[in-house]
């Protein structure tokens, strides 16, 4: 079974093919967040502040409403490396044709809820008036692309459990210039603000959704899709779930913290918003290089709790940490340096561009350890535990940064005091999950009568 598939991650040389598996998927990522950033600097540079600060607006409130159908789709790619590698293709099976079906259905839900609800939950973060409307309008157009969204990320995640993450990268790069493209035409020849960039990102949305079917489709392995075979397996849609929903829940727990900040931002006006807005694209760019080593962590640690190969934990762990502290310590600097420069390509607007910069003054240089909780989280998920990263998460990163926003914030309500409460839950909540993979590899070393290796 095993030669059907594009990456045995049982075995090593593992750095290697950590790099193999990972690199494409940072260009992946990159790519996805370019829908975002494309958006962000075509109204920013061609639509005027308020539709730049409109968009920026949105992005915590639609985290917080996708996050938890994200995490499902984690959850996918987690059992379907699982199953890869434990040899169990009745499984794998079941597991992708469970996985696709609750993403459409999952997609239509979202697009519902967030179409009917956009201006109300928009209302209650204290949107500025002057904002609300074109903050509305990009919302309801955006939630209608939560299918595709969701297809598709459902669907690439099952493409990555086999080890193959150069087909997701080649489809966003197509979608990704479509964006573009579509950004370009429909702001600055048809005068669309932020309906032209909603618009723009739900069609290439459509189009990867497709391809990415379209590559289910044609696979040679286990993970083949067969439509008629769309139906819900009980055992395989429980697992999925079980380390899903938690990962789901922790993702929205960010966002939940993210919500109120943002909501909080949204008092100093749309000119604080607005360069907030651009700095958050910046720090943006980081997170997803070193998730993706988040994600590859949580891949290949599956892989090996499938295949019962727990020795490899170490191997695999350390490995990631060290290239993610590499990567964020190495991009923050850079950041930091060309700080105005890198604002500056989202607004000339000096006080927008000021904003941007002090904001990330302070985020960069400890952003590396916002990977680093990640990547311990991708870990205890491979390592069957989803749960458990979830509660850390919940007391270190959404708890720490509420307790900082309602008892220490209103004693210098400045917007860079607001700021503070990101490195120090990132920090913490790293900590502690790097305890708790200690922890939980002594426990399943110790349940599989294996003696603990260094």
Known sequence: MASKYSLDMTKGPFLKKILRFSLPLMFTGLLQIIYNTADVIVVGRFAGGTALAAVGATGSLVNLILNIFLGMSMGSGVMTAKYIGARDEASVKRCVHSAMLL????????????????????VMMDSPEDVLPLSTLYLKIFFL????????????????????????????SASGIINIVLNLILVIKFNMSVAGVAIATIVSQYISAAVIVIVLLKMQNACKLDPKKLRFHKEELKRILYVGIPAGIQNSLFSVSNVIIQTTVN????????????????????????????????????????????????KIYFRCVALTI??????????????????GIFSTDPAVIKIGAERLTLILPFYFFCSLMDVGAGQLRGMGKSVLPMMVSLLGGCGLRLLWIFVFFPHNPTLIYLYYAYPISWSITFFVHFACYFIVRRQIMKKAGLGIRK
């Open 267 to 314: 008092s100093f006006g749309s000119v604080a918003m607005a360069g907030i807005a651009a700095g958050s694209n910046i720090d943006s760019l980081i997170y997803t290089c070193t998730n993706a080593i988040s994600q590859t962590t949580m891949t290949f640690s599956s892989q090996n709790y499938g295949a019962k190969k727990y020795e490899n934990f170490n």
């Open 103 to 122: 993403s459409i259905l999952s997609g239509i839900f979202v697009a519902i809820f967030g179409f009917i609800f956009s201006e109300q939950l928009l």
């Open 145 to 172: 692309g939560a299918p595709a969204g969701m297809v598709f990320n459902f669907g690439a995640s099952i493409v990555r459990a086999t080890g193959d993450t150069k087909k997701p990268l080649i489809i966003l």
């Open 326 to 343: 590499v990567i964020g310590v190495s991009m923050g600097a850079l950041g930091i340096f060309f700080k105005e420069f890198l604002v």
